[in-house]
């Protein structure tokens, strides 16, 4: 297997899985946390390891002469196609993962798709049968798939860091509580893409593209123990229940068959009650788009590029938690007009996006 992104929440969780199933990882790809790498490589013994900076390539242990060992964006889309394995498990995060994905597809390899940002991006490109989603909420609407006719589809949210805080609180709040999520433990831009519900928006977007439905909509469910509920022609509804715990959604974009424990049952008595709430555009104010992205998901390459500056704007301390919405909001009325005819545009749109946004 090729693992992109193997330090990360999604890659360590993969890793686990692959020595438990006796999967070959053939390559590593990592960013700047090279401790951690080098403690993977001496496990795994990849043939391949990239990393992101050339300014860390020596400090990457070379357990074998017969590791090759690069670095930056060239080198990951090159492992890809030179590399033996026909499975890739892309989790990376953000933009960055997008070229990854295309270039895995253009391979005809397996995308085990952690990277949301790729379908939010380029869903419309990204039309392919061997495809494999890493999102509880998508794994829970595949799990739930049956041969009936379906009326329509619904992803649970927890609804983030600052979903019982006071509304007037949360002009003042910081990076530390937002990164305090409730229920997971993720990367960074996912944990605050959660406390603004845009995470939410990307998997309307990305289930929309991956099921073909419009039919499709989002709830609080604050345990996050129901993942997906299908509502059915026939007026039955049923939901996946399991444990919060990437785990599952990865080992079956691992294995075609699953026949053993990978997560313990959820005990339902031990949770005494579900509640379900509507999502409020009062303290989500990117709900409001709900409807209009999901008629135009060509703009989520605007939704993308714009959100991912202003988490990291946020995150560098320029801008306030509730600038964050603000900021993806104006840029999406800004670009309103734009839609990509292919590939080579849908980069120069982010990357106007991104400019006008930096501004
Ligand atoms: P993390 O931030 O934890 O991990 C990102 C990974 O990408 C790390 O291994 C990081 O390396 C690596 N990386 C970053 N930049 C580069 C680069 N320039 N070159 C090479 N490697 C790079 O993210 P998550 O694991 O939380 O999420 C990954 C993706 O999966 C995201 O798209 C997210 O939305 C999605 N996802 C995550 C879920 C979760 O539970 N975490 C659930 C569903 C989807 P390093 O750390 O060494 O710098
Ligand atoms: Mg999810």
Sequence with gaps: ????????????????????????????????????????IEIFKPSFVVIASKNDLHKVKHTSLQISVQAGEEAILEVIEKAKSTKVLNALSGFFGLRPSLKTIECKKQLCLANKES?????????????????SEHFGLWYLLQDKKIHSMLITASGGSFRDYPLESLKNVGI????????????????????????????????????????????????????ALINFKDGSTTAHIAKANMQLPIAYALKDVIDEEIL???????????????ISSKRYPIWEIKDYILDNPHLGVVLNAANEIAVAKFLSKKISFLDISKLTLEALNKFSHIHAKNIDELFEIDKEVRVYCES
């Design 176 to 227: 530390k509580e937002a990164l305090n999520h409730p229920n997971w433990s993720m990367g960074d831009k996912i944990t605050i893409d959660s406390a603004t519900m845009t995470n939410k928006l990307y998997e309307l977007l990305e289930a929309k593209h991956l099921f073909k439905t419009k039919k499709i909509d989002a709830i609080i469910e604050r345990h996050s123990l129901v993942h």
């Design 119 to 135: 379908l939010v991006v380029a869903g419309e490109f990204l039309k392919y049968d061997n495809l494999r989603p890493i999102d």
């Design 264 to 278: 313990e049952h959820v005990d339902l008595l031990k949770i005494n009650a579900l509640k379900f709430e509507k």
């Design 1 to 40: 297997m090729i693992l992109l992104g193997s330090t990360g929440s999604i890659g360590i969780n993969a890793l686990r899985l692959a020595q438990k199933f006796n999967i070959n990882i053939e390559v590593l790809v990592a960013g700047s946390n090279i401790d951690l790498l080098n403690k993977q």
